[in-house]
């Protein structure tokens, strides 16, 4: 018999990994968004940040911010992506 309480962090923990899976759609699909030129880069530095080892974070946003320095409206869109964001936070703890 399935308690309240277990039924409701499954639902929770469902919840969590289906707004991830959208976090992970929306940041692949910013990368297309990219020059053609750099896109591979942004590419590889955005799946370390989804899937990457803890150690690799703050390079892999150097390397980002790096690769879009002269894009200021291309910056300013990935800048509001949940996954830098979240690879920010981690890196404030």
């Known amino acids: 018999m399935t308690t309240f309480f277990q039924a409701w962090r499954k639902r ?3 919840r ?3 707004e991830w899976e ?3 759609e ?3 699909q910013a990368v ?9 880069d942004v590419r ?3 799946e ?3 899937d990457g080892p803890d150690g690799e974070i703050q390079r892999a946003l150097d390397e980002l911010w790096t690769l879009l320095e002269t894009d200021p409206a291309l910056r300013d869109r ?5 996954v830098v964001d979240d690879a920010v936070e981690f890196l404030k703890t």
């Open 48 to 50: 370390t940040l989804i």
């Open 44 to 46: 590889r530095v955005i």
């Open 22 to 24: 959208e976090e992970k």
């Open 78 to 82: 990935f800048w509001r992506l949940r």
């Open 16 to 18: 969590q990994a289906a």
């Open 12 to 14: 929770q923990a469902e």
């Open 26 to 28: 929306s940041a692949r």
């Open 32 to 40: 297309e968004e990219v020059p053609p030129w750099i896109r591979s």
